[in-house]
Structure formats: C-alpha cells, structure tokens
C-alpha cells in the first residue's frame, strides 16, 4: 500500500510479554499490511526481542514487585519514547483486518483537537458496560461516571493523559477497571467512534482461547485470507505465567 510521506502528530505503543511472543509474527504481518501512517512504533516487550525495520523494540525485562506485574511500569517507559502529543495504543491480541489509513487517523485527531478531548476509542457498535452520550454522527462521548474509560480497545489518546492515568503496578485488566476507577466523576474527554463492525480480530480470549468468530468473520477464513502461522499449539501453555 502507499504511505503518505507526511507525518501525523502521532506514534504507536503495543506492550506485550514473553509468554504472548508466539502473536508477534502474525501481530506484525497484519499491521505492515493494515496500518498505513508513518509513525514511530515502539514495542515494550519484556526479555525477547525481534529485529524490525519500523518497530523500536524495547525489552526492560521482567518487572515484578512482590510477585506482582508491574505492567504500567513498563508502559511508562515507552511513552517516554513518545515525542508526540498523540499515541495509538493497540494490544499484541488484536489482529488488524481492514486498512487504517492516514485519513482515519488524522480525523481522529482534528476531531480531539476540536473536542479538547483526551481519547477516542474506535470500536465497533457493540453493547459493552459503557455509559455514552450521543454527540454528533458517529461519536459519543463516555459519561464521567461510565466504566471502562481507560479500555484498552484500539485508541487514539492524548499521550500526557495516558501516562498521567497509569499506575507503575497495573496490569492491562486492572488498568481498565480499577484505572477508570481512579478518574471516574469528573469530565475526562474520552469518547468512541462507532463502526459497523470490528477493525481487528481479538485473537485470544479470557488469556486461553481464539474465539471461532469475530464480528462477522470466522477465525478459519481470516487465518486462510492473511497466511497467517497457526497458533493454536502455544495455547496449551500458560499465559498467565508471568513469574
């Protein structure tokens, strides 16, 4: 596909770790196919590291206090690399299925920039535990007091407002929940951009499973379509495991 040589006022942040590795070579075939901006793209992995083109890869190691995963630690340090007020976050389980092209980024940003907003999530219209209000066209704005404010679904966020809601000892899952919790009450400028459907395959399910479909597209086909490696033996291990 043509990239547009000019650059947008953002970057990219994906977080992964060592036992979610076996994604990355099927995570990076679909993005260099579907992602069109030139951007920076920084990977915080954690000891395994690839070697690509337009990826930073960056391996910290594993970050544990007490046992305990301290996954915003790491997320801090990428951001550090941020040198734009924007960044797309996107997690390694997403597969993206449809171009995202210069154009859709940038309305995402004209659009923060006219709302003075901090986030917007673009995602499907599906029914999920958020409280929108209606805004204009296909933008809603989340309730202050809605949950899952800080939803790790594909999202444009204001880079400043993304580093200031992270706590050092989150894990992605306490990030969304207990992380919304922490900015609940007030006006965060947070929204979504519906679609008809999904912009990506949530490949692995409740950390165990690839779900047959998602939204109107069968795991077989989409594996079939993309040439994608077949993941499934990897799913026998342990992904929890993050000692």
């Known amino acids: 596909m043509n990239k547009t040589s000019s650059k947008l006022n953002i970057s990219t942040?994906?977080?992964?770790?060592?036992?979610?590795?076996?994604?990355?070579?099927?995570?990076?075939?679909?993005?260099?196919?579907?992602?069109?901006?030139?951007?920076?793209?920084?990977?915080?992995?954690?000891?395994?590291?690839?070697?690509?083109?337009?990826?930073?890869?960056?391996?910290?190691?594993?970050?544990?206090?007490?046992?305990?995963?301290?996954w915003g630690t790491r997320m801090k340090m990428a951001l550090d690399m941020v040198t734009t007020d924007y960044v797309f976050v996107m997690l390694i389980d997403f597969y993206l299925w449809e171009p995202i092209t210069y154009q859709h980024i940038e309305d995402e940003l004209i659009f923060l920039n006219i709302q003075q907003g901090n986030k917007v999530v673009m995602d499907e219209n599906a029914p999920r535990a958020y409280n929108l209000q209606h805004l204009a066209g296909n933008y809603y704005k989340f309730e202050n007091h809605s949950d899952y404010q800080t939803s790790l679904m594909p999202s444009v966020w204001?880079?400043?407002?993304?580093?200031?809601?992270?706590?050092?000892?989150?894990?992605?899952?306490?990030?969304?929940?207990?992380?919304?919790?922490?900015?609940?009450?007030?006006?965060?400028?947070?929204?979504?951009?519906?679609?008809?459907?999904?912009?990506?395959?949530?490949?692995?399910?409740?950390?165990?499973?690839?779900?047959?479909?998602?939204?109107?597209?069968?795991?077989?086909?989409?594996?079939?379509?993309?040439?994608?490696?077949?993941?499934?033996?990897?799913?026998?291990?342990?992904?929890?495991?993050?000692?």
């Not at 590291?49 to 995963?69: A, C, L, M, Q, W």
């Not at 395959?201 to 079939?224: L, S």
């Open 13 to 70: 942040v994906m977080c992964t770790y060592d036992t979610y590795d076996f994604l990355w070579p099927n995570y990076m075939k679909t993005w260099n196919k579907y992602w069109e901006p030139d951007t920076h793209n920084i990977v915080i992995g954690e000891t395994i590291s690839h070697t690509e083109p337009n990826f930073d890869y960056v391996t910290p190691g594993k970050i544990r206090e007490d046992g305990k995963d301290l």
């Open 158 to 243: 204001r880079t400043d407002f993304l580093k200031q809601s992270l706590n050092d000892n989150d894990d992605p899952w306490i990030f969304e929940t207990v992380g919304t919790d922490r900015i609940k009450g007030q006006d965060n400028g947070v929204y979504i951009h519906m679609r008809n459907d999904p912009i990506f395959y949530n490949v692995i399910r409740k950390r165990k499973y690839i779900p047959e479909q998602w939204g109107k597209v069968k795991w077989t086909d989409f594996v079939e379509k993309e040439g994608l490696d077949d993941i499934t033996p990897h799913l026998t291990n342990d992904l929890t495991d993050w000692s």
